[in-house]
């Protein structure tokens, strides 16, 4: 039998005692507040394991069905509409209209030369809240020219920019 000290009073009691006899304060309390702990990190990491384990299963089944990898922005896009968050359809193509749009309302600034085509050569970054995208622009003088166009939601907004680039 060893001696050991109460966490509460620090009297020199048995190791064996159950509590304390001066104040009475249990002694394995202690004890079973860790073998908690660990009952509960034991549980987050099964959890986390198991969300994890699922995105693999999903990601690699629906890999499986369509013969090509399934885009992860897309899916985690499709994941947070089923939520209800606010994500709009921010890919490249899906917004080559509202940038020619935005090229006409800024004719008058650009001497009356509106962007007439636009055709996306590669994304340059994706989220479900941002866009950026390199694309060829045929301009209304028969130009053609390298342009990059973005969207963005920020504070329930959607904000759209495009500039033209050197070759």
């Not at 509590?19 to 009475?24: E, I, L, M, V």
């Not at 390199?134 to 495009?162: C, H, M, P």
């Amino acid at each position: 039998m060893a001696l050991t000290t109460c966490y509460e009073c620090e009297a020199k009691i048995s190791d064996q005692a159950a509590a304390c006899p001066n104040c009475g304060a249990p002694q394995h309390a202690i004890e079973d507040n860790v073998s908690t702990k660990s009952t509960a990190h034991e549980l987050v990491r099964v959890v986390a394991g198991f969300v994890v384990v699922s995105f693999i299963l999903t990601y690699g089944l629906n890999w499986l069905s369509q013969g090509e990898p399934p885009n992860p922005v897309e899916m985690v896009t499709d994941l947070l509409r089923q939520m209800d968050f606010e994500v709009g359809d921010l890919d490249c193509e899906s917004i080559h209209d509202e940038v020619m749009a935005l090229s006409k309302e800024h004719a008058i600034q650009n001497s009356g030369v509106t962007m007439q085509a636009l055709v996306n050569i590669s994304t340059e970054s994706q989220s479900p809240k941002e866009v950026t995208c390199i694309g060829r622009a045929t301009w209304s003088n028969s130009t053609n020219s390298r342009v990059e166009y973005s969207k963005t939601y920020r504070d329930g907004q959607a904000w759209l920019e495009f500039q033209e680039l050197l070759f």
